[in-house]
């Protein structure tokens, strides 16, 4: 009695051998663990990765679209925590989609999700070699390239556990460096003179239009990204039903603040970007450049030193929660069951997913530009968010199977009444409108590419399911 009352709390045991699984993973990760995870996930510097390209495609704001984004992933968010308490599994989005409205739609999302967590850390490891080049001219850029993606990806072999004992220690460094950085620019604005000459201007907020403003907000969910990530170590986690959805409101806040923080100062500085903007150079390291203009050349070195740091923790993240993606895709034999489901003994790790997430990373890294592939993550982003929005009202008002929130008992089907409903139907609807508005400010070149890819999903998924009709038992739900 005593035990069902712990997995009712999502306690120390969650059981998935009613979802036809068994426990691979060790169970290690607690909120902070998470929170960690998907901040480093997110990295706390991230807004130095796609700086350039935000201010290009906004006509003048970084700070604007940070905001809206976090807003934005917020309402999504509501549909996430609500969906791990319903199904506790590694899969992310697959899962969701996959148990809380059709198998079929599941894999779909999931197939199309897998650009993010392929091509983010793609243009992570790109965006470091650029950074690196900038102290380290005489290294080839591939070499550079296969140091922060290949090098980094590969520490994901010897286990998730590692990833926590460090990952709360980087976060701290992380954020640390953003913050100084921050004080900096902000010192050189106030007593310099610097930039616009002072602290409290509206320039940070110009943009060309709205449409221009729409797009970059979608190309700012790029950043957002690591709240997504927690939900592929639900198997990894000690109380996934509680901690899982802390973990992720955790994320989106402290990540909103960073990154509109870090937009908002940096643009003072920088004033006369539009003399610069046609640098690719400059717009890939937009914030080294301010950080030398700023703090001299040896805080340049200090700002790129803990933005390189934090970059590769960002990859080892990243490709942990890829992995897991291909992990929950491969035990469901949806993807080749001998290559995705296999589990190295003595690690724990899916190491084949690993092996193959870094293969394409350094091949993308070295094919590809920074634009068009931040812009094609943000396609998978945007088609699993709005998947899992209707996920949720589909599992509670259709399907009727949803249970009831951790303080009624985890109830299985549970129908919403009064006030939920807000909770359950309209956060979820709201969520999907914004997430639609956002996807038709996108690059046109990501919606072509993307769409191609979601064609091979779906011709892929009808060869393996013989035109829709089969599944694997436990996901014919």
């Not at 201010?55 to 003048?60: A, F, M």
């Given at each position: 009695m005593?035990?069902?009352?712990?997995l009712a709390?999502?306690?120390?045991?969650?059981?998935i051998?009613?979802?036809?699984?068994?426990?691979?993973?060790?169970?290690?990760?607690?909120?902070?663990?998470?929170t960690?995870f998907?901040?480093?996930?997110m990295v706390?510097?991230?807004?130095?990765?796609?700086?350039?390209?935000l201010?290009?495609?906004?006509?003048?704001t970084?700070s604007?679209?940070?905001?809206?984004?976090?807003?934005?992933?917020l309402f999504?968010?509501?549909s996430?925590s609500?969906?791990?308490?319903?199904?506790p599994?590694?899969?992310?989005?697959?899962?969701y989609?996959?148990?809380?409205?059709?198998?079929?739609l599941?894999?779909?999302?999931?197939?199309?999700l897998?650009?993010?967590?392929?091509?983010?850390?793609?243009?992570?490891?790109?965006?470091?070699?650029?950074?690196?080049?900038?102290?380290?001219?005489?290294?080839?850029?591939?070499?550079?390239?296969?140091?922060?993606?290949?090098?980094?990806?590969?520490?994901?072999l010897?286990?998730?556990?590692?990833?926590?004992?460090?990952g709360l220690g980087?976060?701290?460094?992380?954020e640390?460096?953003?913050?100084?950085?921050?004080?900096?620019?902000?010192?050189?604005?106030h007593?310099?003179?610097?930039?616009?000459?002072t602290?409290?201007?509206?320039q940070?907020?110009?943009?060309?239009?709205?449409?221009?403003l729409?797009?970059?907000?979608?190309?700012a969910i790029?950043?957002?990204l690591?709240?997504?990530?927690?939900?592929?170590?639900a198997?990894?986690?000690?109380?996934?039903?509680?901690?899982i959805?802390?973990?992720?409101y955790?994320?989106?806040?402290?990540g909103?603040?960073?990154?509109?923080?870090?937009?908002y100062?940096?643009?003072?500085?920088?004033p006369?970007?539009?003399?610069h903007i046609?640098?690719e150079?400059?717009?890939?390291t937009?914030?080294?450049?301010?950080?030398?203009?700023?703090?001299?050349?040896?805080?340049?070195?200090f700002?790129?030193?803990?933005?390189?740091?934090?970059?590769?923790?960002?990859n080892?993240?990243?490709?942990a929660?890829?992995?897991?993606?291909?992990?929950?895709m491969?035990?469901?034999?949806?993807?080749p069951?001998?290559?995705?489901?296999?589990?190295n003994k003595?690690w724990?790790t899916?190491?084949?997913?690993?092996?193959?997430?870094?293969?394409?990373?350094?091949?993308?890294?070295?094919?590809?530009?920074?634009?068009?592939?931040?812009?094609?993550?943000?396609?998978g982003?945007?088609?699993?968010?709005?998947?899992?929005?209707?996920s949720?009202?589909?599992?509670?008002?259709?399907k009727?199977?949803?249970?009831?929130p951790?303080?009624?008992?985890s109830t299985?089907?549970?129908?919403?009444?009064g006030?939920?409903?807000?909770r359950?139907?309209?956060l979820p609807?709201?969520?999907?409108?914004?997430?639609l508005?956002v996807w038709?400010?996108?690059?046109?070149l990501?919606l072509?590419?993307?769409?191609?890819?979601?064609v091979v999903?779906?011709v892929?998924?009808?060869i393996?399911?013989?035109?829709?009709?089969k599944?694997?038992?436990?996901?014919d739900l």
């Open positions: 005593a035990a069902e009352k712990i709390a999502g306690g120390l045991a969650t059981d051998s009613k979802y036809g699984y068994k426990q691979e993973f060790n169970r290690t990760m607690n909120v902070w663990q998470l960690a998907g901040l480093n996930y706390p510097i991230a807004p130095a990765i796609i700086f350039g390209l201010l290009q495609t906004s006509g003048g970084v604007l679209p940070y905001l809206l984004a976090g807003v934005a992933m999504t968010a509501f996430y609500v969906m791990v308490r319903n199904f599994l590694a899969g992310s989005v697959y899962s989609v996959g148990r809380g409205w059709n198998a079929h599941g894999f779909i999302a999931g197939w199309v897998t650009l993010d967590y392929i091509l983010i850390p793609t243009v992570t490891a790109s965006s470091s070699a650029y950074f690196a080049q900038q102290y380290f001219p005489e290294i080839p850029y591939w070499i550079l390239l296969a140091i922060f993606s290949v090098g980094t990806g590969l520490l994901n010897f286990g998730v556990e590692l990833i926590s004992k460090i980087l976060l701290i460094l992380g640390f460096v953003v913050w100084l950085s921050i004080l900096v620019w902000a010192n050189a604005v007593s310099d003179g610097m930039g616009t000459g602290l409290l201007s509206l940070p907020f110009e943009f060309a239009d709205f449409s221009s729409a797009a970059a907000t979608s190309l790029f950043s957002f690591g709240f997504d990530a927690i939900t592929t170590l198997e990894e986690t000690k109380r996934p039903k509680r901690d959805p802390k973990a992720i955790w994320c989106i806040g402290i909103t603040l960073t990154m509109f923080a870090c937009g100062f940096g643009m003072l500085v920088v006369d970007w539009k003399s046609s640098d150079t400059w717009v890939n937009v914030l080294f450049q301010v950080s030398k203009m700023t703090g001299g050349e040896g805080f340049g070195i700002f790129t030193a803990g933005y390189l740091t934090e970059l590769a923790v960002f080892v993240v990243a490709t929660a890829g992995a897991r993606l291909l992990y929950g491969g035990r469901d034999n949806l993807l069951k001998s290559v995705f489901a296999k589990v003595k724990k899916p190491h084949w997913s690993i092996f193959i997430i870094v293969s394409i990373e350094f091949i993308l890294g070295l094919s590809s530009n920074m634009a068009t592939l931040s812009n094609l993550v943000n396609y982003a945007l088609f699993g968010f709005a998947a899992l929005n209707l949720v009202v589909w599992l509670y008002y259709v009727k199977k949803g249970e009831s951790l303080k009624l008992g299985p089907n549970w129908r919403p009444t006030i939920r409903h807000l359950y139907f309209v609807i709201i969520g999907l409108l914004v997430i508005y038709i400010s996108m690059d046109k990501a072509l590419l993307g769409t191609l890819w979601l999903g779906i892929y998924l009808s393996k399911t013989k035109g829709f009709r599944l694997p038992p436990h996901l």
